[in-house]
């Protein structure tokens, strides 16, 4: 059995930078037991104008707490807080999250995760500098997907509370699941003749409403998640710094890619921490379809 942080140590890992990943990953036990008393939703809305759920301050309220008294990260950017957070502290990494993807499916018993990016330097750097990348799903079981730039590795929580290596050199089949966010009413005209061709070609339909549990089955499957620019919301609905990034990343740490239709977004600048941009992500020819699209 190879451990988190068995693998961590065997790809050359900077302590430092071991250690925050293997901090954050401690923190699943304390966030599913939280679960159960927070159900609803918080009276407060986030940078982005959402409703919070009762999860999603839980989660950032503990995680941040967590960073600020560990001195290991220099900054901290949240989906739940309007502002970077920074301490005083030398270290050179800072830390972007969404403390709790997928959280209006708490009071349902769905699959939602924590997904995590960290860099060295600042907050505002495009997602190919990212030196890891990972996420959390709280599922039946607890499944910890990472990549620090060789690969992707997936790790579960076995009941003495370590995370053992699953799967290592993970790459996407091509496959053909597929998962749109938007109303239909609202495509716009390249994203619906994407998806009538993955239809046309017999694709599935699988879209639950949580990011990243959507994304862990085209990791595994093949296919692509999208959330498209639409009528209503030309930059789609997903955050570049705190969603985007890190799941791209990894897409493409496993051999698959990223774009916004159009090109990587791994590419992109940050100007704001809470931009939008509309995604794409999973196998590489369903990538290349919709920019295929585009580019017509
Ligand atoms: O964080 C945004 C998010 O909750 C994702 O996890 C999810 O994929 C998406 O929004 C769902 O949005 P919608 O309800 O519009 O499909
Ligand atoms: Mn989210």
Redesign the pocket.
Known sequence: MTTLQEYLKNSGVYEDLSKIILLIADQAAPIRAAFISNQSYADSTNASGEQQAAMDTWADTHITRVLAKSGLVHAVASEEQDDITTFSSSSKYSVVM?PL??S?LISVNLCVGTIVGIYDGDVLQPGKNLKAAFYMLYGPMTTLTLSVGRGVAIFALNSDGVYQLMQDNVQIPEGNLYGS??LRTEWLPEHAAFIADIEAAGGKNRYS????A?FHQVLKYGGVYA?PPTTKSPDG??RLVF?VNPIGFLASQAGGAVSNGVSSTLAVVPARVHQRTPIYVGSRGMIAAIEKIHHA
């Open positions: 969404d993807d997928g209006s966010g938007g409403g949580s990011f990243v959507d959330y609905k997903l969603e």
